[in-house]
């Protein structure tokens, strides 16, 4: 330890450093709360302002069936936790002074739920299938009990150490990284494994003692210091204090009232060697602040990771094209607003397309120059219509020849006879000439009655599918009448999911704002408290506080926030349907009948 860094252990006591430090860190985390997405750093945070404001936290650790549980009971005096040997403690169990009593499971997500102090054995030792899945979402649990002893500490109760590939035992690092003290549990007569040495060793080397708990020394009788001896030879040197101890004795005692039995048990020292060693205001500030220049580096990464991560990186991208686009987009806007007359003004021409249509020539016209007005069953209409309308005309025609023809006769016979033409005609009172102008008038008719059978064949056609038709050409119109509509809506849905998918990502920046403000913090509320000499941070840490610290302002989080467009105006007074209503096809049988003249007679002879 350098001299400058006694010297401030020595002195923290008047400038009370840890008060000091985390009143600054209140805010801190109070700032990083407002962005979820390092929700679990801003967690961490919270726990090192929890733990620095609570009591000191002692953590009990030792494989299965060393009686940690039941030292524990003994020390709180009252069998909570629940110690039979076929059951070892499955969660990691802070046990806490409260007035009333009752549960708080902590779940890996954050969620915190409350629960009787009934419940207790479902969640450490239960091993039914709810219990399971219950503790497969659980981080640890909370008891808060009435206990004289937890006014001045936390105890904790772990689940059994467990060896790992390297045959050393695990344990959660950040469940140490909380923990003030540690007490190493061995049952008496039973050495350490190589597992719990190699642990015990690298706890050491992280700069965390444990302190060594041997249970059981009743069963012993005598020889456990023979047993202490020969484990120290092992490992002492990785250990800091040691204490034998009776649980069980100490539970007779409580029972019984013994105090000499309580003597024996030797309880009483293990809980004055954890007073004694908590109350070292000097390590629990070195213990904290340790933990913060961790946390910090922690935070650094996150800083420096979140730019390059979604939905950051989207949204930065998003609001950066804009920016650059906004020429461009302002171009397009322009171009897709001066579509909106010509919209318009289809929708007026097909809102009347069938406003002058009063007759089947006038809509077969109308269907010849409007394809949006097509389909199979308005083809077949069309062609049938088409084809009345032509044997019409050919009638018409032939009828026409005919009356020409027949007054051609009619002067020819005043001519040959000096009389009117009457009929029939007697054939002795025709010439040859007059004869072969009656058969070519009579060829006439016989076209005329063809053409006049067609008529009616397709007149009955068109009669029948006229409601139908209109109804389907309605319905047409209709049809491209949304398609245009459609068109001028999606025109400003375009615009709207522009500013929208904009003003989500410009929202989504601002999520992340708070990370500016926890930079400037950090620099200027932070940082100074971290090196002005009051907190017990050594040379080469100042040093690396400073360059993490450098590392978290340098990340650049600013943006220039784009204009927000005003609203279209000619978008929001466009009201076609309203302005323009389709004028529907409605004809009617007189409409589409047209007048032919009656077939005339058959000229006999």
Known sequence: ?????????????????????????????????????????TTRLKQIIGDAESQPIVLFIGKERVGKTTVINSLIGRNLLEDHPSQQTRTHTFLKYGDEEYIKAVFLNGMEVTFDIVNLSLFTISNTESAQIIRKHLNYLEVYITCELLKKVTIVDSVALEADVSNTAYFSPALLQRCDEVFWVLQAGSPATDAEVNFIEKLNKRGITAHLIVNGIDRVDGEVETFLEMEKERYGYFIGEDVPVSALKAQEARQTNNTQLLIDSRLTQLSQLMFQLIDNKQKKTRHITERFIQWLERLCVEMNTIPAREPYVSA??????????????????????????????????????????????????????????????????????????????????????YTMEYGQIEKQFKKQTGMALALPFEESELTPLLLEQIQTLNNIHAHCEEKLMFIKKYEQYVLEKLDSVQSRLNELAENRLSTIHNQIDELEAQRVRGQSYMTASVNKLAEFSCMAEAQSFLKDAIEPLLLERVLPIKKQEEAYIRQTIDRIVTVDFTYEAPIEAEPDEMLSQLNLNGKYRLFELRLTEEDIVSDIPELPEKIEI
């Open 1 to 41: 330890m350098t001299e400058r860094f006694g010297e401030q252990l020595n002195n923290f006591d008047e400038q009370n450093p840890l008060e000091q430090l985390i009143e600054r860190l209140k805010p801190l985390h109070s700032i990083l709360s407002r962005n979820h997405y390092v929700k679990d750093t």
């Open 316 to 401: 930065f991208e998003y609001v950066i094209q804009h920016q650059n686009d906004s020429s461009i987009d302002a171009a397009q806007f322009q171009q897709d607003r001066a579509l909106i007359p010509s919209l318009e003004k289809q929708y007026e021409s097909v809102s009347k397309v069938f406003k002058e249509v009063q007759t089947l020539f006038q809509l077969l016209q109308t269907l010849e120059n409007h394809t949006y007005l097509r389909d199979p069953f308005v083809d077949m209409y069309e062609e049938m219509a088409g084809l009345y309308q032509k044997n019409v005309r050919d009638y018409r025609k032939l009828h026409v020849e």
